[in-house]
């Protein structure tokens, strides 16, 4: 028997789109369909395994040591073989509605079935700041996420949330906008200096600026304490779930979720690949911490403003007077204010991470933060597009180091993009290194002693990805990974080649890096094939199709 349900284009998470899509613009249905006999999709074998796997699930409970349920460690995301690395799936960023509600429930059903049958840990969502506190500070609203964590819950899965303090939207891969509580937006209309903001005036609506996070802007609360207060709601209304179910809370810092500036927004074509970005430190409140950096040293004659010979978004380091190869970043004053730009973001990191840490502690929930794999211009001696985003990583200096001993200082795991991506994939003239940067995080992380986690910074599907995530894995120069969250759940990873790819990757991380082949059928069922095929396209003759739609229903 084949199970298919229609499936709406918010499940689809289409590459550099920047505009949101409506439900009805595309549709199509995932089939459980039967390859060959071996690989047949069983309800009896599925009741029995979910009835199996509740077992399982109370008797862990049952004989759970108590002392161990309050470490503050990721729990149960291991394998019982040691060298295995657990594989989440990031769910689609509109998986919650704006009237936060769960989008496409029984899709949703489905699609978790899917992933658990191929051996998937779990899943990652994003809590969207501008959806649960959209109607008012300290209003919020969790119930879309409540019926997402107990359908988790219902599969076996676990689940990591996202803390999303960012906006959606004007990224890569951002199907759908997501801004930021109206409230705040109104706050931001009244003071625009609350927001980063370029040398040209330029201001960015995707996160609160830093330059302002111990200052009372958002009606009587300063942006950390607006943190603090959400993700103790979040705490309070899911307490019965964390380290059993919720087992990690990643901690957004940043655009993206990331701990960096934005330093290269895509929205409107501001910034294109492979340009060095802008620094982001010309709001009031950040040119007012510079100035009094530079008064405590004596070096007013300086300045108040950042360098003024850095370039533009789009240029390259050899350009500008700032970043070419013996340029103002390696004088006195350069090295100073990197020092400063990075330092504050580090700071800044620290505050939210301490926080974090303070509300979830004893939980059972692991904390995350993550770190950007900006790899162009990285073969260069100035690392430009790493600097105007706040890490000072250079020919000469190791700028990831630092990170990860203040996430390592708050028992957080480091969580790494790129790591799908080869050098040979890249363009010459950007002189990227995706796999010279992740060695130097692997080697940060194993010298700081802080977990490393990874995901792949673009949607792919093909074997050499793949290959590259594992090697990476295996790989034995510094850390090995804690975690991968594979980006993304959408309608292209249930293809059929995509599909079988993908089981083969959580089988071969299941077993620690090493590469097996599935066979064409795999009794043990975790060979399923799940397609998107038309409606008039279907051949009736392979499966018995259930006939109730599920795009429709809620």
């Keep these: 028997m084949a199970l298919t349900l229609h499936f709406s284009s918010t499940f689809c998470n289409l590459k550099h789109t920047r505009s949101a899509k409506t439900l009805d613009d595309f549709s199509g249905m995932v089939c459980f369909a039967r390859i060959k006999p071996s690989c047949r999709l069983r309800a009896k074998g599925l009741m029995q395994e979910d009835r199996l796997g509740h077992e399982r699930n109370s008797s862990f409970k049952d004989g759970r040591n108590e002392n161990w349920e309050k470490l503050h460690q990721l729990t149960d995301t291991r394998r019982e073989n040691d060298a295995g690395v657990p594989v989440f799936v990031m ?35 994003d809590a969207w700041w501008g959806l649960v506190e959209k109607d008012g500070p300290l209003k919020y609203n969790w119930e879309g996420y409540a019926e997402l964590v107990k359908m988790v819950q219902k599969h076996g899965l676990k689940l990591q949330v996202v803390m999303s303090f960012h906006q959606c939207g004007g990224n890569v891969g951002d199907s759908c906008s997501i801004p930021l509580p109206p409230w705040v937006l109104e706050e931001i209309s009244k003071n625009p200096d609350l927001v980063y903001t370029d040398r040209s005036g330029q201001r960015n609506p995707e996160y609160i600026s830093l330059g302002c996070d111990s200052l009372p802007v958002l009606r009587g609360r300063t942006p950390i304490q607006v943190y603090s207060d959400y993700m103790r709601s979040f705490c309070d209304r899911f307490k019965d779930y964390l380290g059993e179910v919720i087992v990690e809370i990643q901690v957004g810092m940043g655009p993206c979720g990331e701990l960096r500036y934005p330093s290269y ?41 950042g360098p003024h010979d850095s370039g533009h978004y789009n240029q390259f380091p050899e350009e500008t007077g700032f970043f070419r190869r013996d340029g103002t970043w390696s004088t006195e004053f350069g090295q100073f204010f990197l020092e400063w730009y990075s330092g504050m973001l580090l700071e800044h990191g620290n505050r939210i991470l301490a926080t974090a840490k303070g509300i979830f502690q004893g939980t059972g929930a692991k904390l995350s933060g993550k770190v950007a794999g900006i790899h162009w211009h990285y073969k260069t001696r100035s690392h430009a597009a790493e600097l105007t985003a706040g890490y000072y990583n250079t020919r000469h200096r190791d700028g990831y180091l630092p990170i990860a001993r203040m996430m390592g200082k708050h028992g957080v795991v480091l969580n790494f993009t790129c790591m799908e991506m080869r050098d040979g994939e890249q363009p010459n003239d950007a002189n990227c290194s995706p796999e010279g940067l992740v060695r130097q995080v692997k080697m940060a992380t194993k010298t700081a002693g802080t977990e490393l986690a990874g995901e792949n910074a673009l949607e792919r599907y093909d074997q050499g990805a793949y290959k590259q995530v594992l090697a990476t894995t295996i790989s034995d120069s510094g850390n090995g990974l804690a975690a991968f969250t594979y980006l993304r759940m959408n309608k292209q990873l249930f293809e059929e080649e995509n599909w079988r790819q993908m089981v083969e990757f959580v089988k071969n991380m299941s077993k620690g890096g090493r590469t097996t082949r599935l066979p064409e059928s795999d009794s043990s069922r975790t060979n399923l094939y799940v397609g998107f095929i038309k409606e008039n396209n279907v051949d009736k003759s392979k499966g018995t199709f259930v006939k109730k739609s599920l795009s429709t229903s809620r």
């Design 91 to 125: 769910l689609p960023l509109d998986t919650v509605s704006s009237g936060g509600i769960l989008n496409k429930p029984r899709a949703m059903d489905a699609s978790l079935m899917a992933l658990k049958s191929a051996g998937v840990e779990g899943v990652m969502v």
């Design 265 to 305: 927004p895509e929205s409107n074509g501001t910034w294109k690949f492979p340009g060095i970005g802008e620094f982001q430190c010309y709001d009031k409140y950040m040119r007012a911490s510079l100035k009094a950096s530079l008064e405590a040293i004596g070096k007013e004659d300086w300045g108040r403003n």
